[in-house]
T-cell receptor, first 110, second 117 residues
Framework: KQEVTQIPAALSVPEGENLVLNCSFT??????LQWFRQDPGKGLTSLLLIQSSQREQTSGRLNASLDKSSGRSTLYIAASQPGDSATYLC?????????FGKGTRLSVIA | GAVVSQHPSWVICKSGTSVKIECRSLDFQATTMFWYRQFPKQSLMLMATSNEGSKATYEQGVEKDKFLINHASLTLSTLTVTSAHPEDSSFYICSARDDQGAPYEQYFGPGTRLTVT
């Protein structure tokens, strides 16, 4: 059974810092890995999707990498801003629907 | 990008009543739809998977007679919470996927917050 772990559970950084969020998964037979953002009381916003054949994806200040063989992904956020404060969820799909990690709660302090 | 809508966005109901939540894919055909539940400060937990015209497949521990799922068309799935109780209060999020080809991305609705009093 696929399990997804995200570290750290919470992170607080000053504005302007670069930061890395980590995600690991137990079954490397995946189709996709996605990173989502969730604001309190809101739904999910898809940030990046990496297909199993890809190594990384970039969107603006966000860069996500995937090492399928080791079961790891990282989300790099450059020059963090207070508006980046949210919970970031990692999820993987294989022969199953998306399985989510518990998320990393990010606070960017102005 | 693909859009998934949910209705209602929030609902309050009395204990013992039933509530229906609709999930629609607006600009693509959703071969497969998923229903997730999220409790406060918890992650999303898959409740069930449904394919158009077929019975839903429920995850272990999810009562199929309590959470009725109907996937009547390629653009509509409904979740009915029957005889709701306060412990059913949660954030319900649907997701839809077009299985025609890669990357088999799941698109998510904005969620429905259910409060049972």
């Amino acid at each position: 059974k696929q399990e997804v772990t995200q570290i750290p559970a919470a992170l607080s950084v000053p504005e302007g810092e670069n930061l890395v969020l980590n995600c690991s998964f137990t079954d490397s037979a995946i189709y996709n890995l996605q990173w989502f953002r969730q604001d309190p009381g809101k739904g999910l916003t898809s940030l990046l999707l990496i297909q199993s054949s890809q190594r990384e994806q970039t969107s603006g200040r966000l860069n996500a990498s995937l090492d399928k063989s080791s079961g790891r992904s990282t989300l790099y956020i450059a020059a963090s801003q207070p508006g980046d404060s949210a919970t970031y969820l990692c999820a993987v799909s294989g022969n199953t629907p998306l399985v989510f990690g518990k998320g990393t709660r990010l606070s960017v302090i102005a | 990008g693909a859009v998934v809508s949910q209705h209602p966005s929030w609902v309050i109901c009395k204990s013992g009543t039933s509530v229906k939540i609709e999930c629609r894919s607006l600009d693509f055909q959703a071969t497969t739809m998923f229903w997730y539940r999220q409790f406060p400060k918890q992650s999303l937990m898959l409740m069930a998977t449904s394919n158009e015209g077929s019975k839903a497949t429920y995850e272990q521990g999810v009562e199929k007679d309590k959470f009725l799922i109907n996937h009547a068309s390629l653009t509509l799935s409904t979740l009915t919470v029957t005889s709701a109780h306060p412990e059913d209060s949660s954030f319900y999020i649907c997701s839809a996927r077009d299985d025609q080809g890669a990357p088999y991305e799941q698109y998510f609705g904005p969620g429905t917050r259910l409060t049972v009093t």
